[in-house]
């Protein structure tokens, strides 16, 4: 048993903490923000050139052949710094579909434009219905000349509006319901028949609205078995949920250390707040938190190497609730200690709440999970 | 990084379970698991068994019979003692005064009280308390005043737990009166069949005798029986309160509780179903158990820190420990009581000794609920834990 980092993982933490430290403060990400798309293309080739984008990915694909405690790492700072460049959904979610389950034409199409910085992806997967339950696919992939037509609508899809591809989920046969049947596609995100709305989200970050109407790709836009991708969408999606529970640990680090700092300098009566003991048990409590927080951030990245899929969920599930419950904890009191300051969007700790608050409902929300826990007999 | 235990501490730990398994009197085992009291003899019985292993005082250093082991073999030693279940070895003597004599005592105290420690020949109390000062311990007037070759004492301890057992007392006395607060106390210890020692229990709210009031009036105690320095016990009080941090999660005991609540409410029915089925419950008891994997992992990560950087400094993140700790004891004795829930009612006026055999098992689900209210109490309360937190880690 060792909780310590290695020598690499440490150089890779000090790497992406320095390099975050020196370009990436609030006023920074405000400028960031501005940008065509909603993120900074200078940022993203930076988070390239230090080799970030090429972290999870196989040494024969290009990449460093990292595992899941380096995602956690660079998560972590990126929940630090509230990046906003699409790390998740290009990286994480597009680059674990491809290395899970890409054949070798798939990966080498598009690994090395992810890795290089000059392509983002986005996945395409809720649905008006489908809530937080990833088997409900009413979109369709029809069989057609060797291809697939894809209709159907997806909603609320990060990076979609900037995204070069899109990974959608779609049925192939079988009800709306249904775990079999489901598939998973490579989408031009300018193909004919797409229509991508995109919008601001609460937290700052960018996602698009996307209909797909009679939209025509080859056999080989399937990723997997498009008859049985539900096992890989899992798994996928619970490498995805490990890495915002990495995030939601970074932000709410950040929190509280911004929440103690403001406890020491903001005085009333005549003494800093901070020497009143119902906010200082209040910090105490948030600090607590945090540290289970951890602890299942860690637990959940060990997880994702679990071979057995039933305990993998369980354990990432588990986390998730834990991760949900102190990030509503930590969020909601870092805005009450820093009283009217936090109210404002002219400072930082209120956009921490709201990522954070963005987060427990992404992937499924503290009691889809608890459910999910619960229905596999508990954690012991 | 790697969160799961090697193959020799796997192997460790089965050998360890192991030797709990075929060990543990299977009366031991059974009170324990219904949260019943043991008598002394079935304790002392135990302890005995243990030490005759060599695992009696595991985490001494190894000159005075210590075992060696790394921070994570202790981690698993403790955790598999709680869930065979088996009682822990008696903190006062292992974990209390005996680090403090090893640490501070002279020779003659060291050769004389160590291996009566380790083999229970001495059951020891711990006299810290007073009726004035709890949290705020430093507070404390019981007086130790030389006179010849003796200190004569007077005062008054509380919460003085298994006082009624016990063969000897480690006390902190005002030895100066006219110095400050913390200083000006002494460690010394207390011969409790001395003239002039009575002993009071308390009954607790559950109807048990665990904790008692020890009077001295006038009690003669011979000059050797001072450990260390004069006046300078607050050092070695602060020592033995930040010793032995990581054990008081007992995540195996809240585990071992959450055995018996599947056991129980998969037998109990509620609208012609088991308990266990009802949805609420099952969530309410999954909510449990997952902040207790988290209180697991994040005790792992203060016993790998230790290991890391060596004992002997508190981690004041050991706080987190004892706050969820205590918080998820209550948890589970509160789910327990749920699983029974009308028939918690009936109350045993003969109590719970050890020694009471036809008590019924539902009868100690009321009281160990009511018993545990007191995890967030003693050890530094979690208030004073939030206290710790704020100074020692957020610099408030």
Request: net charge negative; charged share 25%; aromatic share 8%.
């Amino acid at each position: 048993m060792d909780f310590d980092l290695s020598e690499e993982q440490r150089l890779l933490k000090e790497s992406v903490d320095g390099l975050l430290g020196s370009s990436y403060d609030f006023e920074q990400r405000k400028k960031y923000m501005a940008e065509q798309g909603g993120w900074s293309k200078t940022v993203w080739n930076k988070l390239a050139e230090q080799g970030l984008l090429g972290l999870p990915f196989s040494e024969d694909d290009g990449g460093f052949g990292a595992g899941a405690v380096e995602t956690m790492i660079v998560m972590e700072a990126l929940g630090k710094a509230l990046v906003v460049e699409p790390y998740l959904a290009t990286v994480v979610i597009g680059g674990g579909f491809l290395r899970r389950g890409g054949s070798a034409g798939q990966k080498a199409a598009h690994i090395p434009s992810i890795i290089d910085g000059s392509k983002t992806l986005a996945f395409a997967q809720l649905e008006k219905n489908s809530r937080y339950d990833l088997g409900d696919v009413s979109s369709s992939a029809k069989k057609k000349s060797g291809g697939y037509v894809i209709d159907g609508e997806k909603f609320v899809v990060l990076n979609g509006e900037s995204a070069d591809t899109l990974i959608v989920t779609a049925r192939t046969k079988g009800g709306q319901r249904d775990t079999g049947g489901i598939g998973v596609f490579l989408v031009p995100g300018n193909a004919k028949g797409v229509a991508r709305k995109g919008y601001p989200t609460q937290d700052g970050l960018h996602a698009a609205d996307i209909t797909f109407t009679g939209v025509e790709v080859g056999a080989d836009a399937a990723i997997g078995d498009p008859e049985n991708a539900l096992p890989l969408i899992e798994r996928v999606v619970d490498d995805a949920r490990s890495a915002i529970c990495a995030e939601a640990v970074g932000i709410m680090d950040e929190s509280l250390k911004t929440t103690v700092e403001y406890l020491k300098t903001r005085t009333q009566f005549g003494v800093p707040i901070g020497s009143f003991q119902t906010l200082q048990h209040r910090a105490a409590d948030m600090f607590v938190a945090l540290e289970q927080a951890r602890s299942m951030s860690m637990f959940a990245t060990m997880a994702s190497d679990f071979d057995d899929a039933k305990e993998r969920a369980t354990a990432i599930a588990a986390a998730k609730v834990q991760v949900g419950k102190s990030g509503k904890f930590i969020g909601q009191q870092s805005i009450q200690l820093h009283g009217g300051i936090g109210m404002t969007m002219e400072v930082k700790i209120g956009h921490h709440f709201k990522r954070l608050t963005m987060i427990e409902n992404t992937f499924g929300d503290t009691d889809y999970h608890l459910r999910r826990v619960t229905n596999s007999g508990g954690l012991m | 990084m790697d969160l799961s235990f090697s193959k020799e501490e796997v192997a460790f730990r089965d050998e360890v379970r192991a030797f709990f398994r075929d060990n543990v009197p299977s009366s031991t085992r059974q009170k324990l698991q219904e949260g019943r009291h043991l008598g002394k003899q079935e304790m002392v019985d135990w302890w005995r068994i243990l030490n005759k292993k060599g695992w009696g005082v595991s985490h001494w250093p190894k000159e005075y019979g210590g075992t060696g082991w790394s921070s994570v073999q202790h981690y698993i030693f403790n955790e598999e003692l709680q869930m065979a279940p088996a009682p822990a070895p008696l903190a006062f003597g292992v974990s209390m005064v005996g680090p403090v004599i090893y640490t501070f005592g002279n020779e003659a105290q060291k050769k004389y009280y160590l291996p009566r420690i380790a083999n229970v020949d001495d059951w020891w109390c711990q006299g810290f308390s007073e009726p004035g000062s709890g949290s705020d311990l430093a507070s404390l007037k019981t007086k130790a005043e030389r006179k010849g070759d003796k200190y004569i004492v007077n005062g008054q301890k509380t919460w003085t737990t298994l006082a009624q057992h016990a063969d000897m007392v480690f006390c902190l006395c005002r030895t100066d009166p006219a110095a400050k607060k913390q200083t000006g106390i002494s460690f010394i210890l207390i011969d409790m069949k001395s003239k002039g020692i009575t002993v009071r229990p308390i009954q607790t709210i559950d109807g048990g005798h665990e904790v008692n009031e020890v009077f001295f009036d006038d009690v003669e105690v011979p000059l050797e029986n001072l450990v260390g320095e004069e006046n300078k016990g607050w050092d070695y009080a602060k020592f033995l309160l930040g010793n032995e941090r990581t054990g008081i999660a007992r995540v195996g005991v809240s585990k071992e509780r959450i055995r018996r609540i599947k056991e129980l409410a998969s037998k109990i029915e509620s609208g012609g179903k088991p308990v266990l089925e009802d949805v609420k419950f099952r969530e309410k008891l999954a909510e449990v158990e997952i902040e207790l994997k988290a209180l697991e992992l994040t005790q792992l990560r203060v016993v790998a820190d230790e290991g890391n950087h060596g004992k002997g400094k508190p981690n004041p993140a050991s706080s987190v420990l004892k706050i969820k700790g205590s918080e998820i004891q209550q948890a589970t004795t509160e789910l327990l009581m749920e699983v029974i829930g009308p028939f918690a009612a009936p109350y045993d006026e003969h109590g719970d000794d050890g020694s009471n055999e036809a008590m019924e098992w539902t009868a100690q689900i009321a009281p160990s609920y009511f018993n545990n209210r007191k995890v967030s109490i003693y050890g530094g309360s979690n208030e004073i834990q939030r206290n710790i937190i704020t100074k020692a880690v957020l610099g408030l």
